[in-house]
């Protein structure tokens, strides 16, 4: 399932949804859960953490929205709309705020490629353990090899754990030009090339997503938690519970995520032998620093 946000909004917290079942399997043939499987309680735990670093991430990103090209594009539109009322005037008025804009944009930063005018943020989080992930993959093949490329299709749509911010962009390179072509079309009384030449503009922007792996992003918080309890001195057997509970949570968060795909096996390997290693010089109560620094550096390559 997904959420999208209003255009160019972030929500304060991403809400976290469950897995979506596709309805071309009945449940009695799928692994595929019709409902979240249970988290843990350490992995409940830092929910709110999660939640604050996704919210973090959204508003670093909106912070790259270029005022001048919102006003390009909304220039735009409104010339289009303002040709399709047959207000000439008013249209050639729109371009020249646009291009200026535009002009404006490009002396500031002459090497930007791309100027950011949008963002949308869509969520989609799978509550499910490893092995499940691995069986509906198997699903997925037998599906394939079967030629039922649609049902396989419907079933890997629920294969994702992520934030996806999705950024619409101005390209610069192409689009100032663009915009500078129609006002003599107009001029020319060229009206319906214009306006095909507006609609055309507007549909070179660029659309790129990028991706937080929600598991990735569970496991780190945990990490974060695991190693404020590794560095305390005379811990109660309590805190050596939620250390033990801590370590083997974020182990399960990489494996989920490593089943999703978000990186190889090769890149997940090292991270699993660091969480061992840990628990080694954790066991008894023992305490020290450093010990989370290279895995929680590993993991951050990961996104």
């Given at each position: 399932?997904?959420?999208?946000?209003?255009?160019?909004?972030?929500?304060?917290?991403?809400?976290?949804l469950?897995?979506?079942?596709?309805?071309?399997?009945?449940?009695?043939?799928?692994?595929?859960?019709d409902?979240?499987?249970?988290?843990?309680?350490?992995?409940?735990?830092?929910q709110?953490?999660?939640?604050?670093?996704?919210?973090?991430q959204?508003?670093?990103?909106?912070?790259?929205?270029?005022?001048?090209?919102?006003?390009?594009?909304?220039?735009?539109?409104?010339?289009?709309?303002?040709?399709?009322?047959?207000?000439?005037?008013?249209?050639?008025?729109?371009?020249?705020?646009?291009?200026?804009?535009?002009?404006?944009?490009?002396?500031?930063?002459?090497?930007?490629?791309?100027?950011?005018?949008?963002?949308?943020v869509?969520?989609?989080?799978?509550f499910?353990?490893?092995?499940?992930?691995?069986?509906?993959?198997?699903?997925?093949?037998?599906?394939?090899?079967?030629?039922?490329?649609?049902?396989?299709?419907?079933?890997?749509?629920?294969?994702?754990?992520?934030?996806?911010?999705?950024?619409?962009?101005?390209?610069?390179?192409?689009?100032?030009?663009?915009?500078?072509?129609?006002?003599?079309?107009?001029?020319?009384?060229?009206?319906?090339?214009?306006?095909?030449?507006?609609?055309?503009?507007?549909?070179?922007?660029?659309?790129?997503?990028?991706?937080?792996?929600?598991?990735?992003?569970?496991?780190?918080?945990l990490?974060?938690?695991?190693?404020?309890?590794?560095g305390?001195?005379?811990?109660?057997?309590?805190?050596?519970?939620?250390?033990?509970?801590?370590?083997?949570?974020?182990?399960?968060?990489?494996?989920?995520?490593?089943?999703?795909?978000?990186?190889?096996?090769?890149?997940?390997?090292?991270?699993?032998?660091?969480?061992?290693?840990?628990?080694?010089?954790?066991?008894?109560?023992?305490?020290?620093?450093?010990?989370?620094?290279?895995?929680?550096?590993?993991?951050?390559?990961?996104?």
């Amino acid at each position: 399932m997904t959420r999208r946000s209003p255009s160019v909004s972030l929500y304060a917290a991403l809400i976290g949804l469950g897995l979506a079942f596709s309805p071309l399997l009945p449940a009695a043939e799928s692994a595929m859960p019709d409902k979240p499987q249970t988290q843990s309680q350490a992995t409940q735990s830092v929910q709110s953490a999660v939640d604050r670093k996704t919210t973090d991430q959204g508003v670093d990103k909106r912070k790259r929205i270029v005022s001048e090209a919102v006003t390009a594009i909304k220039e735009t539109r409104h010339a289009l709309q303002a040709l399709e009322q047959g207000k000439r005037d008013d249209a050639l008025k729109a371009l020249e705020i646009a291009t200026g804009k535009l002009e404006l944009l490009i002396a500031r930063d002459p090497k930007l490629a791309l100027a950011p005018v949008d963002i949308a943020v869509f969520t989609q989080d799978l509550f499910a353990e490893p092995k499940t992930v691995k069986a509906v993959i198997g699903e997925v093949k037998d599906l394939l090899d079967d030629g039922r490329v649609q049902a396989a299709r419907r079933l890997m749509a629920g294969l994702a754990s992520e934030i996806r911010f999705s950024i619409t962009s101005i390209p610069l390179g192409s689009y100032p030009e663009a915009i500078k072509a129609i006002s003599p079309l107009i001029d020319q009384g060229k009206i319906d090339e214009a306006k095909q030449a507006l609609q055309a503009a507007l549909g070179t922007l660029v659309i790129s997503d990028e991706i937080l792996p929600l598991p990735l992003l569970r496991a780190d918080a945990l990490l974060v938690e695991a190693e404020r309890l590794a560095g305390k001195e005379k811990r109660s057997e309590e805190e050596n519970r939620s250390l033990e509970e801590m370590l083997e949570a974020a182990r399960q968060q990489l494996e989920l995520g490593e089943a999703l795909g978000y990186g190889n096996r090769d890149a997940f390997k090292p991270l699993y032998e660091q969480i061992d290693q840990i628990e080694e010089k954790s066991s008894g109560g023992k305490s020290g620093s450093g010990w989370f620094d290279r895995i929680r550096k590993q993991i951050a390559e990961l996104f």
